[in-house]
């Protein structure tokens, strides 16, 4: 990486963007078949809100190495941002295949398919996002949410057990453990985690109509 690069990055990191691209510029002048330099200015332009920008800089830095993952990432993030959800899982899948076996590139890959309400496709890539980074909650969640999708509630609920564990105040974690644990039969525990959920977000609408079912089917047992 030449200097003016890992000056850019440096910059990014501070917050100095306007710095950070004059010198990607430079870069690009100095070097113009340097790929990490479009790369950077891709990620900077997605940054910065000008999405179909940044895509044609990513797809430049790929044409001049096919071996860029970090390159494929910031397209599928880009291609999710612009909602081509396809467009987005080609390019994640692009990035795992050289290399860029990461947590946070599965979980993208999982909310591709989510968005597609392919359940059945995401649920492996949320799995693998959780095996690669087990402190990341909401691929836990996303993980627990495919699950119970699927009919497994048996393996949803230690797995939102967890989350609400490690994120208190996750609302739709609480709801859905509430859920599963309704499916359970186990009363008592749904109407608490509605009851939680409903104490973190007053305006929780599935979990306010919850917290009434289990009311009344608590009443009806009595």
């Known amino acids: 990486m030449s200097q003016k690069n890992e000056r850019a990055i440096e910059a990014m990191n501070n917050g100095e963007l306007?710095?950070?691209?004059?010198?990607?510029?430079?870069?690009?002048?100095?070097?113009?078949?340097?790929?990490?330099?479009?790369?950077?200015?891709?990620?900077?332009?997605?940054?910065?809100?000008?999405?179909?920008?940044a895509v044609a800089y990513f797809e430049k830095a790929i044409d001049l190495d096919e071996t860029q993952g970090t390159a494929y990432y910031g397209a599928g993030n880009a291609f999710f941002?612009?909602?081509?959800?396809?467009?987005?899982?080609?390019?994640?899948?692009?990035?795992?295949?050289?290399?860029?076996?990461?947590?946070?590139?599965?979980?993208?890959?999982?909310?591709?398919?989510?968005?597609?309400?392919?359940?059945?496709?995401?649920?492996?890539?949320?799995?693998?996002?959780?095996?690669?980074?087990?402190?990341?909650?909401?691929?836990?969640?996303?993980?627990?949410?495919c699950l119970a999708q699927q009919g497994s509630i048996d393996l949803a609920l230690p797995q939102f057990e967890r989350v609400v564990q490690e994120d208190p105040e996750h609302a739709d974690a609480w709801f859905n453990l509430g859920v599963s644990y309704a499916y359970q039969e186990q009363l008592t525990k749904a109407l608490t985690c509605f009851d939680r959920a409903l104490d973190i977000q007053p305006d929780h609408l599935l979990a306010g109509n919850g917290k009434k079912q289990m009311e009344q089917a608590m009443n009806n047992n009595n």
């Not at 010198?23 to 999405?51: H, R, S």
């Not at 467009?87 to 795992?96: G, L, N, T, V």
């Open 18 to 53: 306007e710095k950070a691209v004059t010198l990607l510029y430079e870069a690009i002048e100095e070097n113009p078949d340097d790929p990490v330099a479009y790369t950077n200015i891709g990620n900077l332009l997605a940054q910065a809100g000008e999405v179909k920008q």
């Open 81 to 145: 941002e612009l909602e081509q959800y396809k467009d987005a899982a080609d390019m994640y899948q692009k990035a795992i295949q050289q290399g860029l076996d990461q947590s946070d590139v599965h979980f993208m890959m999982g909310q591709c398919f989510m968005m597609q309400d392919a359940l059945r496709l995401a649920l492996p890539f949320f799995q693998r996002a959780v095996e690669l980074n087990e402190e990341d909650s909401e691929a836990r969640f996303q993980y627990a949410l």
